[in-house]
């Protein structure tokens, strides 16, 4: 298996048919595969996969019962995973999950001990001013180049993800690999990618600016763990 991409899915079920739709050029490559993870989803997500999943032959799902946040169920698709090279992305299809395949073309070019990274465009000025300011103060804390973080799709090698370490649960998981690969000395690739609106369904963390304050709380705290481990 030489791909494998994990989407995790927390109440997408008006989504799944088009995604899985987007997924069908990704299964049409020899050694790629798509696991989506049901993250604890309270709508009908189980009943649409079951339903769904055995017209998308290379696409097959997990389920965790209770959600444990959105790190929470990568890390257990990557924990399933079969492919040398690993990634995630999105449900919502605000990035294209075809975007991957333009990824691994950079471990193609490169070789596996890199790691690669989209890089949006497309997106509202406010959310721009909000990732730039993120990404400001995360280079200048962690002192390494830490730019739109939360950008999908993130690939990397089976390799490096055997070496984490207590990796976080929730959305800090971004910032923990891209962190991770700069530590490990890996040469980052970063593409465009373009970010739409969301097909069905609302944002589960930037709906408004209280939810974006308590994200930068979380994230604060993750940060100066992170500095404070790489002294120790």
């Not at 494998?4 to 997924?23: D, H, K, W």
Request: aromatic share 12%; with cysteine.
């Amino acid at each position: 298996m030489k791909l494998s991409l994990i989407i995790p899915c927390y109440n997408e079920s008006a989504n799944l048919p088009l995604l899985l739709e987007r997924c069908k050029g990704l299964i049409e490559q020899p050694g790629v595969e798509v696991i989506l993870v049901d993250n604890g989803s309270t709508d009908d997500s189980p009943q649409v996969l079951e339903r769904l999943l055995p017209s998308y032959p290379g696409c097959r799902s997990i389920r965790v019962d209770v959600n444990q946040g959105y790190g929470y169920g990568i890390l257990c698709g990557l924990n399933a995973a079969e492919g040398e090279i690993l990634g995630w992305t999105h449900a919502d299809l605000q990035t294209d999950p075809m975007d991957a395949l333009r990824g691994l073309a950079f471990f193609d070019q490169h070789g596996p001990d890199i790691f690669v990274k989209g890089r949006r465009f497309g997106r509202p000025l406010a959310d721009v001013v909000f990732t730039f300011g993120m990404s400001v103060f995360e280079t200048i804390l962690l002192g390494k180049p830490m730019w739109d973080i939360n950008a999908q799709p993130t690939l990397f090698s089976r390799a490096f993800f055997q070496r984490w370490q207590a990796a976080p649960s929730d959305f800090a998981l971004d910032l923990y690999a891209y962190y991770q690969a700069h530590v490990q000395g890996l040469k980052v690739y970063r593409f465009d990618v373009h970010f739409g609106e969301r097909a069905h369904g609302v944002s589960h963390w930037n709906v408004n600016w209280a939810a974006k304050r308590k994200f930068i709380r979380r994230t604060v705290d993750f940060s100066l763990q992170l500095k404070k481990s790489l002294r120790t």
